[in-house]
């Protein structure tokens, strides 16, 4: 299977999914229980940069992929929430797609219970349904993938999430993808390095897109980040946030690693 139809494979079963989640839990019920809904966390207040070159680490808890396959076996949420955050992570990013990723929506709420940080929902969102569901699990903050969603549902998609007390980092992958989220109002982009139609990652886009981000708006990198050099290049770049994950997961522990990249 190519990577393109793999993506194309993804959105369709996450639509189906979509869809029979509304038929449990209509979005109605979802509506009229968001005052039990657990109190959220800055998210972006997390990452903003608060000295000139500081770089913010976003972990994110990851245990699969579709092409890597399994890339944490061990996978106890609640321990690696609280192992990421004592590493020095300021937010956390969960994976919650479960059939290609090993995910689940679940996992939003047992990591913010094990730590302290604004923890993200890391999945494809394609319906403003997800939005609700990601509140009512204890998200901080949603990934909004700037190449799934039209502008004007973007526009939308950012707005709903904001009256939730969302946060909304949206995802770009070209200048087209940026100016889109800018114009739909994104105060927090990221820029993932990884081209979603061959899943290849190209870091050189980093240092492309950072200039074209308006003051303002918060830059985060996504993606293939692995090496202390990276860390240094992003931060000469002026990025507020780094996100890891594979790195991280792979590691054997959470402190060393951290400690290597942004301290080498």
Known sequence: ???????????????????????????????????????TRGFRDAIVRRK??????????????????????????????KEVEAAGAVALSVLTDAKYFQGALANLMLAKQGCGLPVMRKDFIVDEYQLFE???????????????????????????????????????????????AVDAGAELVGINTRDLDTFKTDFNLAAELRPRIPPGVEAVCESGVDSPRQIEQLRLLRFSAVLIGEALMRARHAAPFVHEMFNT
């Open 1 to 39: 299977m190519s990577h393109s139809a793999l993506l194309k494979r993804i959105l369709a079963t996450k639509r189906a999914e979509v869809a029979a989640a509304k038929k449990a839990a209509p979005l109605q019920s979802l509506v009229e229980q968001l005052t039990k809904a657990p109190p």
């Open 134 to 180: 990601s509140r009512m699990a204890g998200a901080d903050a949603v990934l909004l993938i700037g190449r799934l969603l039209p502008g004007p549902k973007l526009k939308k998609f950012i707005q709903t999430a904001r009256n939730l007390g969302l946060a909304q980092l949206v995802e770009v992958h070209s200048a087209a993808e940026l100016r889109r």
């Open 52 to 81: 000139a070159y500081e770089l913010h680490l976003i972990g994110e808890l990851k245990k699969a992929s579709p092409v890597k396959g399994v890339i944490r076996a061990k996978f106890d949420v609640p321990a690696l929430a």
